[in-house]
């Protein structure tokens, strides 16, 4: 008895002491929708291109979306979309219809996830395709979301000159 109440009480410990990382959730928005609300505050767009079956699109929304930093620096700069690049539902982009997959082929997706950024008004920025780490994904949220990209700096530039950049 008295080894199971010492078992008990270091389980117990353990977990109290055991780190937690807050998990957070996007506020994730239709395509038509997305694009007028990011007209409307005036904020770029993040489009999350993914499939259904797509494991690596599943292990973003576990590891990288769910994040708090990441969800709130989302919430905060971005406008977030997703778009599903096999549906076939009715979708407008610079006044033409689209289907999910019809937008991602213009946009040239050929593989998932990829994330897509766009400026307040629709205009495409930059796809990144693949996973990609927590922690980069940050520093790629900044470096957009802050303004950097529009100022002309390079990717490279940016990564070296950031704190953050010199840990990766």
Same mark, same amino acid.
């Given at each position: ?13 353990? !977990?109290? &002491?055991?780190?937690?990382? $807050? ?5 994730? #928005?239709?395509?038509?929708?997305? +694009? %007028? @609300? ?44 997703? !778009?599903? &690049?096999?549906?076939?539902? $009715? ?5 033409? #219809?689209?289907?999910?997959?019809? +937008? %991602? @082929? ?63």
């Amino acid at each position: 008895m008295r080894r199971l109440l010492t078992l008990v009480l270091l389980i117990g410990c353990t !977990l109290a &002491a055991a780190p937690t990382m $807050a998990r957070a959730e996007v506020a994730w #928005r239709t395509w038509d929708a997305g +694009l %007028a @609300a990011a007209q409307s505050a005036h904020r770029p767009v993040l489009v999350d291109v993914y499939t259904d079956w797509c494991g690596w699109c599943r292990r973003m929304d576990a590891d990288v979306y769910s994040r708090a930093d990441v969800a709130g620096y989302l919430a905060s700069h971005f406008v977030t979309v997703r !778009l599903n &690049a096999e549906s076939e539902a $009715a979708i407008r982009y610079k006044n033409q #219809r689209y289907s999910g997959r019809s +937008l %991602a @082929a213009e946009f040239d997706v050929s593989g998932y996830p990829t994330t897509i950024f766009l400026t307040s008004t629709g205009e495409h920025l930059v796809n990144v395709p693949g996973y990609v780490a927590a922690d980069r994904f940050l520093l790629l949220l900044r470096f957009i979301g802050d303004g950097h990209m529009d100022r002309g700096e390079t990717w490279d530039a940016y990564v070296k000159s950031t704190k953050a950049g010199q840990k990766l």
